[in-house]
Structure formats: structure tokens, C-alpha cells
């Protein structure tokens, strides 16, 4: 071999070298940085490490949340109006008949789910005539 090959060859293992170099070092800061973007990982990290810290912050947010949307005391709900004799009359008439009405209902209910199923199971000639 003579000089300059050898001259080249210096130079490309030179430029091999620094490629593998490179090559390593931007796997590191991929790795760096892909830690840093990992925001749940981190968190979750931290929480773990100092678990009474983040306890005790969770706690004073919720209360002072709490606290901010608590009413204030002097403040009393509005008095509810007398209803009269007449509107409790008409109140328990219908909390007496909800049953029966109920009972009602629900028989009706029954009757016309009853009545449907029997025309598809048992379809009239008429009906079969009109579907063609």
C-alpha cells in the first residue's frame, strides 16, 4: 500500500470513529428527551418518591375547594309558602289513586304488547294479501 491509501483509509476510520460517536451520543439525548416527554411517567415518579407531599397537597386543595364553594352561613334558604287545605286534599287524592292507576296502566300496556304479538304470529288473510 502506498502512502496516500493509507492517508484515506486514516481519514474514513476517522469519519467511521466519529459517525459511531455521533451515533451514540444522539441515542442519549433520544433517550433524554424522550424521559422528558414522558409527563405521566414523571408524575408518577414523583408521586412515589414523596407520597405524604402530594398527599397532603391533594388535601389542602380539597379543602380549600371545598371551602370556596361551601354557602355562607348567615345566608338561610327562602321560607317555603303555606300550602293550603285545598292542595293537600288534591295531593292525597292522587298519591291514594297512583297505585290504581299504575295497576291500570300497566294492564293496557300488556294488552296492546299482547295484541301486537298475536297479528305477527297469526297474520290475518287481509294482511298477508296487501303485503304482496
Do not use: C
Not at 408521586?47 to 345566608?75: D, M
Not at 293537600?88 to 301486537?116: D, E, G, H, N
Amino acid at each position: 500500500m502506498d502512502a496516500n491509501s493509507q492517508k484515506i483509509e486514516a481519514q474514513i476510520n476517522a469519519h467511521v470513529a466519529r459517525a459511531h460517536s455521533a451515533r451514540e451520543s444522539l441515542g442519549q439525548h433520544y433517550q433524554a428527551l424522550r424521559h422528558k416527554a414522558d409527563i405521566p411517567a414523571r408524575v408518577k415518579e414523583q408521586i412515589r418518591s414523596r407520597p405524604a407531599l402530594y398527599f397532603g397537597v391533594a388535601a389542602l386543595g380539597g379543602l380549600s375547594l371545598a371551602r370556596f364553594f361551601r354557602r355562607p352561613k348567615n345566608q338561610s334558604l327562602p321560607p317555603t309558602p303555606k300550602k293550603s287545605l285545598r292542595h293537600w286534599m288534591i295531593a292525597s287524592l292522587f298519591s291514594a289513586a297512583r297505585p290504581t292507576i299504575q295497576t291500570w296502566l300497566a294492564s293496557q300496556v300488556k294488552k296492546y304488547i299482547a295484541q301486537r304479538l298475536h297479528k305477527a304470529q297469526y297474520p290475518t288473510a287481509s294482511s298477508q294479501n296487501n303485503s304482496h
